[in-house]
């Protein structure tokens, strides 16, 4: 689901709104949940999950073409943990049903099926 897909449900599911109404409310929580990630908090939408931010310390890398060492700077990432409501409710609905599901690895092998589809 892209954004605009988004303002268009909302729009739908909520009459009583325009759709410039419904697509400033998406980017209002959008920009408020952006600003406050980058002032450094913790987002939290209870029952959803929650916005973090993840520092990736800086770190010696190599250039693949001339093998000589760089300087890799620390970098801030958003990160999103899905809230157990969320979690529960994408599994109760059997989302990625069709996908190919893995099937338990056969007694006394250790390895997963899926290690076991890749040698």
Do not use: W
Not at 7 to 36: N, W, Y
Not at 59 to 80: C, D, M, T
Not at 94 to 111: D, F, Y
């Amino acid at each position: 689901m892209t954004r605009s897909d988004l303002v268009t449900e909302l729009a739908e599911r909520f009459s009583q709104l325009t759709h410039r109404d419904t697509e400033f409310a998406v980017k209002t929580i959008l920009d408020a949940i952006s600003d406050g990630l980058a002032r450094g908090h913790r987002v939290e939408i209870r029952g959803f999950g929650s916005f973090t931010v993840n520092r990736r310390p800086p770190r010696v890398g190599r250039n693949p073409r001339s093998g000589e060492q760089v300087v890799i700077p620390e970098k801030l990432a958003p990160h999103f943990k899905p809230g157990k409501a969320l979690r529960e409710g994408v599994d109760d609905r059997g989302v990625g049903a069709g996908a190919a599901q893995s099937t338990p690895a056969a007694p006394g092998n250790k390895r997963s099926s899926g290690a076991a589809a890749r040698d």
